[in-house]
């Protein structure tokens, strides 16, 4: 009985390690695969769109990367925020028949804080010089060539991409949804910005180093002796 309850328990502990590194090999192959997808874009990227069919009008040479429609245009906008209290006091007795209560207070503090806001819905365009949002109401421009960062954050839920720009006072960005056109949009974003910056080849040695990097990386099966029932 109790040989038979360890192989029990040996081949749950089997099933379960097979099913983790099932796991981790799907996640690793997404990783190349996602990996491999960038690589191609950024050999190939002036096939990658037909700027005849661009939402935008191009400028000289100007070639797309990417185009997400419903991307939503976000900034960063201050929000006051109100504090008040109030102080009834207390009566406190000073001698027999002698009562003392002080004065009703009421006070209130202001501070502010930076929140997210999104101002329209539209079209955000990527392409080698820049980003475009046209919106219904809004249309807002980032050139690479003057962009200081490249910032995510999460709000509520939802995964923001803030572009600050030089000499622009407020930031602001994107939300594009979840999934493939977040990650692609990162991606060309990137790309973007290298081909604008003088960094292309670099960008394109990156993104091969980190192929080599994750195809080494590959998971290792669980060993078999991992589930041998433990000796009595």
């Given at each position: 009985m109790k040989e038979r309850r360890l192989a029990k328990a040996a081949a749950e502990a089997k099933a379960a390690a097979e099913r983790e590194h099932a796991e981790a090999l799907g996640e690793w192959k997404d990783t190349i695969e996602g990996i491999e997808q960038a690589l191609d874009a950024a050999k190939h990227y002036t096939e990658l769109w037909d700027e005849s069919q661009a939402p935008?009008?191009?400028?000289?040479?100007?070639e797309l990367l990417y185009v997400v429609n419903g991307a939503e245009l976000v900034e960063i906008k201050s929000r006051k925020i109100n504090y008040g209290s109030t102080s009834h006091g207390?009566?406190?007795r000073i001698a027999k028949g002698v009562t003392y209560r002080p004065s009703v207070s009421r006070g209130s503090m202001q501070a502010s804080e930076e929140v997210p806001t999104v101002l329209d819905e539209?079209?955000?365009?990527?392409t080698n010089q820049r980003a475009v949002f046209s919106g219904t109401k809004t249309n807002r421009t980032w050139l690479w060539a003057k962009l200081i960062s490249v910032n995510t954050e999460v709000h509520q839920g939802h995964v923001l991409v803030f572009l600050p720009v030089e000499n622009r006072m407020k930031t602001s960005g994107v939300h594009l949804g979840t999934g493939q056109a977040l990650d692609v949009g990162l991606t060309r974003i990137n790309l973007g910005i290298a081909l604008a910056t003088g960094r292309y080849d670099d960008h394109v040695a990156q993104i091969e180093a980190d192929l080599r990097d994750v195809q080494a990386d590959r998971p290792a099966p669980p060993p078999d002796s991992t589930y041998l029932p433990a000796s009595s």
């Open positions: 935008i009008i191009p400028k000289k040479n100007e207390m009566s406190i539209g079209t955000f365009v990527i």
